[in-house]
């Protein structure tokens, strides 16, 4: 493949990201949390209760120091529980509150009925091979 439409390729990515991250700024807005938070909330919901904090941030390719405080706000505002490891205190595990679980629902839920509707523009097959080199990327940069 050419230099060209490997860049083509790169674009399209960036654009799709940049089409989503618009989307769930508006959504996270309307509940008063920033896109990124919205984003650490979800990570926890998929990703079951207890999860550790650097889990967190290898997931969403961020620096602790940067996720930590957002964390913290999410804490005071009532959603996320933080509690330490029994067996090794330098580990922190983070849970959601009732509060987030319920908030994180709307989110999605907010989000599939914005974007599922695009997905009709597609084959059943199209989207089966759609979903299977998504799969790809995701293992290779994760």
Excluded: W
């Excluded at 926890?44 to 940067?66: A, E, P, Q």
């Excluded at 849970?95 to 989110?107: P, W």
């Amino acid at each position: 493949m050419d230099y060209k439409t490997k860049y083509k390729m790169l674009l399209q990515i960036r654009d799709i990201s940049t089409y989503y991250e618009s989307i769930k700024d508006d959504i996270s807005k309307s509940y008063k949390l920033s896109s990124i938070q919205a984003t650490i909330l979800i990570d926890i919901y998929n990703n079951g209760n207890m999860v550790k904090i650097t889990d967190i941030c290898k997931r969403l390719h961020k620096k602790t120091n940067s996720i930590s405080p957002l964390i913290d706000r999410l804490i005071i505002d009532g959603y996320i529980i933080k509690e330490k490891s029994e067996k090794d205190k330098r580990i922190t595990y983070v849970s959601l509150t009732k509060k987030a679980i319920d908030v994180t629902n709307n989110v999605l839920q907010d989000l599939f009925d914005y974007i599922l509707p695009l997905y009709d523009k597609f084959s059943e097959q199209e989207l089966l091979d759609i979903s299977k080199h998504l799969d790809k990327i995701t293992s290779i940069i994760i």
